[in-house]
């Protein structure tokens, strides 16, 4: 039986007349990286809301395990599958703690409250992203990419097999977005999770791919994914000119003996002809 984590089937999605995506499919394996980019609108949170079950698909089935979504129940999904959303309001001065305790909610009903198992695998999960120095800090005091390292934990702490990010770094600074993409591929490595990304960033795929993960890249544009491969196959200048519109160049660059990197960077923007 082929290990998929979460498979898509002929997905296609409608908001009334307007069509966001047809006929997608694909699938994610255990330890793997789902990146998927495209321009602003192409549907990528669409799609992952699908996936997450808050939107239900037009035609076509999303598979967790082997399992059809539609017979999921919430905390039974919970289990499962966890989200790092790409904002996250910050109104009440909760504790980081509190937060990241949070992802164990499915795990309690109404009569009870978390016990100390629980409380466990929250500072765990605190440990393992860096930040249980912050437990009792009021998360509405701490910087941005900290804020996000509290969301991978949060999602964490539900111990989940898939974790699905949307844009988890758009709002970072520079070492900030590092330290999430650092923390992700730890997580990745050490805690055979597998994470469905949706991302501005090309370069977060061969991030990934260059730091030994099993990585794939979906190009999404034109209500399709225009392709879809290992980002050493398909993340080149020809097709960051079909779907951005950008010229490009992609530069391989050895840091040392041992650690290799290779970047595209954007040259201009493609002028249409007169």
């Known amino acids: 039986m082929q290990n998929h984590i979460v ?15 047809s006929d997608i499919s694909f699938f994610v394996k255990s ?5 998927i980019i495209g321009p602003n609108g192409c549907g990528k949170t669409t799609l992952l809301d699908c996936i997450l079950g808050v939107l239900k698909l037009e035609q076509g089935e999303v598979l ?19 989200y790092v959303p790409q ?3 910050r109104t009440f001065p909760y ?7 949070m992802g164990r909610a499915y795990k309690t009903n109404i009569f009870s409250s978390p016990d100390e198992g629980d409380m466990e695998i929250t500072n765990e999960a605190m440990e393992k992203v860096g930040i249980l120095h912050l437990a009792d800090r009021p998360y509405t005091q701490i910087s941005g990419g900290q804020c996000q390292l509290v969301m991978v934990a949060r999602a964490l702490a539900q111990q989940p097999r898939v974790i699905i990010m949307d844009e988890p770094t758009s709002h970072l600074d520079f070492k900030n977005e590092l330290m999430v993409l650092e923390t992700v591929a730890d997580l ?5 999770i597998s994470v469905i990304m949706a991302t501005h960033f090309p370069n977060h795929a061969y991030y990934f791919e260059t730091n030994g993960i099993l990585t794939t890249l979906a190009l999404m544009n034109n209500e399709r994914f225009e392709e879809i491969g290992s980002p050493g196959e398909i993340l080149n200048e020809n097709n960051i000119k079909k779907i951005y519109g950008v010229n490009s160049k992609v530069l391989n660059c050895n840091i040392d003996k041992t650690t290799f990197i290779r970047q595209i960077v954007p040259l201009s923007i493609v002028k249409e002809a007169q």
């Open 87 to 89: 904002v996250h309001r």
């Open 95 to 101: 504790t980081v703690r509190d937060i990241v305790l």
């Open 31 to 35: 330890k793997e990286v789902l990146c």
């Open 64 to 82: 967790i395990g082997q399992k059809n979504l539609d017979n999921i129940k919430p905390n039974q999904l919970a289990e499962k599958v966890a």
């Open 7 to 21: 498979q898509v089937k002929n997905a296609s999605f409608s908001y009334g007349e307007k069509r966001i995506f």
């Open 188 to 192: 990745v490595k050490q805690n055979n």
